[in-house]
T-cell receptor, first 110, second 115 residues
Framework: DAKTTQPTSMDCAEGRAANLPCNHS???????VYWYRQIHSQGPQYIIH?????ETNEMASLIITEDRKSSTLILPHATLRDTAVYYC???????????WGLGTSLAVNP | NAGVMQNPRHLVRRRGQEARLRCSPM?????VYWYRQLPEEGLKFMVY????????ESGMPKERFSAEFPKEGPSILRIQQVVRGDSAAYFC?????????????FGEGSRLTVL
């Protein structure tokens, strides 16, 4: 699986958009980009995933660059409850063994 | 629709004792995964099971650890003769048959402390 690189930490003001970047320059053509988050002491929560097109759901939007070497998770109106560690994971469509890095610790401030 | 249920949420064992962690997947889910998370680290894959079958145990330590997912009942992660280094949060996840491979539903975890 391709390796991902994320900033260690980020801050965001409540009500503003949070844009979390992820680099995956070695991604291969059959690998998807998945995003999860983990609120302190809880189990990880699936957010969204994509292959090459941008995706949006009720939680977030995922923007994948045309060359697929990087992506951005967008939380359009961050709330205090969005404070969590966000993980970007790249894996093939049939690989059920996810490789987790250290993620980005997002702090949403009032 | 209940989520993935793990118990116990917290478990304290002395060195040399056995720890048994249980996981009931979401209704309709036939795939179960176990992950371990040490403090300040990301999750590490341990094992992937389907009913009565171990599909991938490449992340399981070679000794003392075992996992099962019987035809009836929850999945069990068993750690024999625990050592201090086994202290961690153990997360179970499940997914439905035919579901997207990377979309997993996690439980709240079982936190093992070895004294």
């Amino acid at each position: 699986d391709a390796k991902t690189t994320q900033p260690t930490s980020m801050d965001c003001a409540e009500g503003r958009a949070a844009n979390l970047p992820c680099n995956h320059s070695t991604i291969s053509g059959n690998e998807y980009v998945y995003w999860y988050r983990q609120i302190h002491s809880q189990g990880p929560q699936y957010i969204i995933h994509g292959l090459k097109n941008n995706e949006t759901n009720e939680m977030a939007s995922l923007i994948i660059t045309e060359d697929r070497k990087s992506s951005t998770l967008i939380l359009p109106h961050a709330t205090l409850r969005d404070t969590a560690v966000y993980y970007c994971i790249v894996t093939t469509g049939n690989n059920r063994k996810l490789i987790w890095g250290l993620g980005t610790s997002l702090a949403v401030n009032p | 629709n209940a989520g993935v249920m793990q118990n116990p949420r917290h478990l304290v064992r002395r060195r040399g004792q056995e720890a048994r962690l249980r996981c009931s997947p979401m209704k309709g889910h036939s795939h179960v995964y176990w992950y371990r998370q040490l403090p300040e680290e990301g999750l590490k894959f341990m094992v992937y099971l389907q009913k009565e079958n171990i599909i991938d145990e490449s992340g399981m330590p070679k000794e003392r650890f075992s996992a099962e997912f019987p035809k009836e009942g929850p999945s069990i992660l068993r750690i024999q003769q625990v050592v201090r280094g086994d202290s961690a949060a153990y997360f179970c996840a499940s997914s439905p048959p035919g579901g997207t491979a990377g979309e997993l539903f996690f439980g709240e975890g079982s936190r093992l402390t070895v004294l």
